[in-house]
């Protein structure tokens, strides 16, 4: 059965640094995409970065480039995003999704089947 737990979310201060964690089981992390995406109050679900398995490329959102990085543990089936310089903004649920099936569109929510619940980051001014 495949499951997603996020964690490591948190308050933070303007400026401050978090990393998230999705720990994965019930299939081999590394050997499909996984993407982070985040819904904040009144808002839609946005993507934030995806990482392929194919080529092992990323896509970052316009909007965290330069200050969220996605890494992964294959041995410990876990992906990581370090978030830097955060701002009120990025505050939101934060969710990890996968899929069985490759992905097309890496940032679309649509795409994954699978996520986590979600983890808190809530950043203040």
């Known amino acids: 059965q495949v499951q997603l737990v996020e964690s490591g979310g948190g308050l933070v201060q303007a400026g401050g640094s978090l990393r998230l964690s999705c720990a994965a089981s019930g299939f081999t992390l590394g050997y499909y995409a996984i993407g982070w995406f985040r819904q904040a109050p009144g808002k839609e679900r946005e993507g934030v970065v995806c990482?392929?398995?194919?080529?092992?490329?990323?896509v970052y959102a316009d909007s965290v480039k330069g200050r969220f990085s996605i890494s992964r543990d294959n041995a410990k089936n876990t992906v990581y995003l370090q978030m830097n310089s955060l701002q009120p903004d990025d505050t939101g649920v934060y969710y990890c999704a996968t899929d069985l099936r490759p992905i097309v569109r890496c940032l679309v929510p649509d795409e994954y089947g699978y996520w986590g619940h979600g983890t808190q980051v809530t950043v203040s001014s």
């Open positions: 990482a392929r398995s194919s080529d092992g490329s990323t």
